[in-house]
């Protein structure tokens, strides 16, 4: 079994006041082994102050995504280095929204996962399917080929780690049942033993998309699922510690 990742997903929040929310998750997660690892992906504009503040605890800190290369005439765009000078030690590569809001393609992301691992960050790779992919029977063909396009050019499976976050699920209290999960994660699992042999059973799995303290206990007992993404649920650190306890019971 793997270690657990318990990881939130400020996405568009968060102002140094919410550092509170960080010193609270710092105050209350263990750093042993036998607990989950946790993260917070927070804001650009906080990964200085938040690493500050979580340094010493076990939080870990991390960016939501990354331009592919490291320097240079991108105005606007923050690079994965940059993300690791200012304490991420994750970043969230092709989150749906990104991939919607932003057109970054597989081919994208799979630029922005080398350069984050160049970087020495562990990206988050997203995949998921559309309402509409999901209803014409597509899901696991849509997963495969972001899987395909996604990890193109990836040669360790230990350098990453891989979020599967239905779309219709994401912000809208509409959560995958536990059998939808389990045959996409199965699915993702079977893809990367594929890809990468045995490694590829050492690489985290994560389900995103309405997760919260109600369905945690559920949805993390599934095999194949190494964690959880955690969007609306992670910006009140009494909503991310409970998720968190869930996931501690479950590894002890
Ligand atoms: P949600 O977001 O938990 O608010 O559904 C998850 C995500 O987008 O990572």
Redesign the pocket.
């Given at each position: 079994m793997n270690r657990k990742l318990i990881a939130g997903?400020w996405k568009m929040n968060g102002l140094r006041a919410d550092l509170q929310t960080v010193r609270d998750v710092c105050a209350a997660i263990k750093g042993e082994k036998t607990a989950p690892e946790t993260l917070l992906c927070v804001p650009a504009t906080l990964l200085v102050a938040a690493s500050a503040t979580a340094d010493g605890s076990a939080l870990r800190i991390g960016g939501q995504t990354c331009h592919s290369r490291q320097s240079g005439a991108f105005t606007g765009d923050v690079s994965a280095q940059m993300l690791q000078d200012a304490g991420a030690s994750y970043v969230i590569a092709g989150?749906s929204?990104r991939r919607t809001f932003h057109g970054e393609t597989d081919e994208i992301v799979a630029a922005q996962a080398a350069s984050a691992i160049a970087s020495g960050l562990v990206p988050i790779i997203c995949v998921g399917e559309t309402p509409g992919e999901r209803t014409s029977g597509e899901t696991l063909q849509v997963i495969e080929r972001q899987l395909t396009g996604s990890l193109a050019g990836l040669e360790a499976a230990s350098a990453f780690v891989i979020a599967y976050?239905p779309l219709w699920?994401?912000?809208t209290g509409k959560v995958a049942t536990p059998e939808q999960i389990a045959e996409v994660h199965d699915h993702v699992r079977g893809f990367l033993a594929n890809r990468f042999g045995a490694a590829g059973n050492a690489a985290r799995i994560l389900y995103?998309?309405?997760?919260n303290p109600g369905n945690a206990a559920e949805i993390l007992a599934i095999s194949n699922v190494d964690g959880g993404?955690?969007?609306?649920?992670s910006l009140k650190a009494a909503d991310f510690l409970a998720i968190y306890t869930t996931a501690c019971a479950l590894e002890g």
């Amino acid at each position: 079994m793997n270690r657990k990742l318990i990881a939130g997903n400020w996405k568009m929040n968060g102002l140094r006041a919410d550092l509170q929310t960080v010193r609270d998750v710092c105050a209350a997660i263990k750093g042993e082994k036998t607990a989950p690892e946790t993260l917070l992906c927070v804001p650009a504009t906080l990964l200085v102050a938040a690493s500050a503040t979580a340094d010493g605890s076990a939080l870990r800190i991390g960016g939501q995504t990354c331009h592919s290369r490291q320097s240079g005439a991108f105005t606007g765009d923050v690079s994965a280095q940059m993300l690791q000078d200012a304490g991420a030690s994750y970043v969230i590569a092709g989150h749906s929204e990104r991939r919607t809001f932003h057109g970054e393609t597989d081919e994208i992301v799979a630029a922005q996962a080398a350069s984050a691992i160049a970087s020495g960050l562990v990206p988050i790779i997203c995949v998921g399917e559309t309402p509409g992919e999901r209803t014409s029977g597509e899901t696991l063909q849509v997963i495969e080929r972001q899987l395909t396009g996604s990890l193109a050019g990836l040669e360790a499976a230990s350098a990453f780690v891989i979020a599967y976050e239905p779309l219709w699920a994401i912000g809208t209290g509409k959560v995958a049942t536990p059998e939808q999960i389990a045959e996409v994660h199965d699915h993702v699992r079977g893809f990367l033993a594929n890809r990468f042999g045995a490694a590829g059973n050492a690489a985290r799995i994560l389900y995103g998309g309405s997760l919260n303290p109600g369905n945690a206990a559920e949805i993390l007992a599934i095999s194949n699922v190494d964690g959880g993404l955690i969007g609306g649920a992670s910006l009140k650190a009494a909503d991310f510690l409970a998720i968190y306890t869930t996931a501690c019971a479950l590894e002890g």
